[in-house]
């Protein structure tokens, strides 16, 4: 017989369990996924959406590192330092890759189903209607 691990989590049925990350994440980027997967419900992310949690949590880890060296040397030799353009792509990644995964707020909003639209009669659909006997309304 196998020996229990003290790791080992028994969910109770009907219990979702909570992503967790895969061994080759490691130092801040594994605390950022474990910061997100805990911030939601437990069966609000999927195992397919391992790959872009990681990317995402990565993707934060290297803005917060960019942003940092920004705050300290903005400019450099007259110019905008090289870490504003890393800045920017980590944000534009950060942007994405929340959207695709619903963290961003105006994901979250619930809307109303749209409603269908009915294309227009044509002439002879309207014709056809007009000229029916058997279901009309008095006038």
Known sequence: MPRKSSLDVVFPAG??????????????ARAMFLDI??????DFFQPAHRPLLV?????????RVA?????ANYIVDG?????LAI????????????RALRLSPASQCITAPKEETLPPLSYYER????HR???LEPH
């Open 15 to 28: 219990q979702a369990s909570r992503l967790s990350p895969p061994a080759d994440l490691t130092g801040p």
């Open 37 to 42: 997967v805990s911030s939601v419900r437990a």
């Open 55 to 63: 990317a995402y949590a990565s993707a934060l880890v290297e803005e």
């Open 67 to 71: 942003a940092g060296e920004l705050e």
């Open 79 to 83: 110019k905008a330092s090289p870490w």
């Open 87 to 98: 800045w920017q792509a980590r944000m534009r990644a950060v942007t994405t890759l929340a």
């Open 127 to 130: 014709q056809a209607l007009e």
């Open 133 to 135: 006997h058997g279901d």
